[in-house]
T-cell receptor
Framework: GAVVSQHPSRVICKSGTSVKIECRSLDFQATTMFWYRQFPKQSLMLMATSNEGSKATYEQGVEKDKFLINHASLTLSTLTVTSAHPEDSSFYIC???????????FGPGTRLLVL | GQQLNQSPQSMFIQEGEDVSMNCTSSSIFNTWLWYKQDPGEGPVLLIALYKAGELTSNGRLTAQFGITRKDSFLNISASIPSDVGIYFCAGLKAGTALIFGKGTTLSVSS
């Protein structure tokens, strides 16, 4: 149990376009989902906390208008990178919080390359 | 953002050797988690610790939640080539997001 999927696994886009990444908890309900970004050879850095049915909470330095997060159901959260630029190229990973265990389960990640 | 102090940063060992890595923090956590990440993949949960002093095993892996709630260690016994990867500790306080260590890169030579 506690499986999280992400789609797409890899995406290449042109600068200025928008990209949507989906995060789904497949076998549990996640009232809270988290979005992380990981640059090469670095640890995961939290971007935002997404609560079902409410606005996401963004970490300092993360532009909420650029990284749009929607958590419309207990099993789906989406991250949209708007007007992507090459510096947005990174590995984006989501996680779902399994409340009763206070444990986060991670998706497989989405590799974004902006040309 | 805030990060935990994880050491060592990297390890190069021979197959069959035991490995130990640890994380420390200046603040208290309610939960300590250990993850392994393979290249191009998301982190996979190895062990979760919920109580101070708790010692938990998962196969060849053993982890402990420090008594002070400010530290945790992970041991891997009799390492094998597939243990190669990056190991992250993560601390969780109630109502907050995970805080990650910088990772320990493990290389195992056969």
């Amino acid at each position: 149990g506690a499986v999280v999927s992400q789609h797409p696994s890899r995406v290449i886009c042109k600068s200025g376009t928008s990209v949507k990444i989906e995060c789904r908890s497949l076998d549990f309900q996640a009232t809270t989902m988290f979005w992380y970004r990981q640059f090469p050879k670095q640890s995961l850095m939290l971007m935002a906390t997404s609560n079902e049915g409410s606005k996401a909470t963004y970490e300092q330095g993360v532009e909420k208008d650029k990284f749009l997060i929607n958590h419309a159901s207990l099993t789906l959260s989406t991250l949209t990178v708007t007007s992507a630029h090459p510096e947005d190229s990174s590995f984006y990973i989501c996680s779902g919080l399994r409340d009763f265990q206070e444990t986060q389960y991670f998706g497989p990640g989405t590799r974004l390359l902006v040309l | 953002g805030q990060q935990l102090n994880q050491s060592p940063q990297s390890m190069f060992i021979q197959e069959g050797e035991d490995v130990s890595m640890n994380c420390t923090s200046s603040s208290i956590f309610n939960t300590w988690l250990w993850y392994k990440q393979d290249p191009g993949e998301g982190p996979v949960l190895l062990i979760a610790l919920y109580k101070a002093g708790e010692l938990t095993s998962n196969g060849r892996l053993t982890a402990q939640f420090g008594i002070t709630r400010k530290d945790s260690f992970l041991n891997i016994s009799a390492s094998i080539p597939s243990d190669v990867g990056i190991y992250f500790c993560a601390g969780l306080k109630a109502g907050t997001a995970l805080i990650f260590g910088k990772g320990t890169t493990l290389s195992v030579s056969s």
